[in-house]
Every structure is written in C-alpha cells, then in structure tokens.
Nanobody, 126 residues
C-alpha cells in the first residue's frame, strides 16, 4: 500500500509556471513508478509524465503534448516526485493526479496504476 498526496496546484496566466508535488508514504522502500495524469472537464483522464523512483538513473517518460514544457523529477530521500510545468497553456487546465505502480516499466495507462492521489486543480487563463 502507498498513500499519495498532491500539492502545488493553482491559477496562473498563460506562459506562466507551476510546480506540483506528489508525496508518497507507506511502501516507499520498494522501487516504484510515479505517474502524473490530468483530467479536464468532460474529458478522459490522460497521461502526462512518469518517473521511476529509487531505481538508479530515474528514467522518465512524457506525453507528446507536454514534451519540452514539463519536467518530472524526484527526491528519493523525501519520497516525493515533482512536475515542473513551464510555458503553460489554457489547454493545460485540468485536475492533475499522481499515481503509483510497483511494476518495472514506465506506463501510460490509467488502469495500470494501482494507487492514486486526490488531485490538485491547475487553471491556466489566457
């Protein structure tokens, strides 16, 4: 079992930046993957980025829509993953969720993650 708590959401104008945090507790001694997803009103939840926690190197994966603008990172000592979001656009507006999976691969499917946080709202105005 792992518990996830997101923070750092808010409102920002287009072109601005926000940093989201995902703090994990519980079974954090094992290697696991943290994924960031987002869900806009009336749309399905979609993959944003993922990172391997505890593995050396910290492999990452990004959705095409955020490559070059978003950066996922980790602090293993704090059991925390971060999502730095730069050059934000109105279409980035959504509730952002972090999720955890104890598999070996970086995954993009919602159903492939077993544990979810409560979500944090990000609103980008034009």
């Amino acid at each position: 079992q792992v518990q996830l708590v997101e923070s750092g959401g808010g409102s920002v104008q287009a072109g601005g930046s926000l940093r989201l945090s995902c703090a994990a507790s519980g079974r954090t001694f094992s290697s696991y993957v943290i994924g960031w997803f987002r869900q806009a009103p009336g749309k399905e939840r979609e993959f944003v980025a993922a990172i391997k926690m505890r593995w050396s190197g910290g492999s990452t994966l990004y959705a095409d829509s955020v490559k070059g603008r978003f950066t996922i990172s980790r602090d293993n000592a704090k059991n925390t993953a971060y999502l730095q979001m730069n050059s934000l656009k109105p279409e980035d507006t959504a509730v952002y969720y972090c999720a955890a999976d104890f598999g070996l691969a970086l995954k993009v499917g919602v159903s492939e993650y077993d544990y979810w946080g409560q979500g944090t709202q990000v609103t980008v105005s034009s």
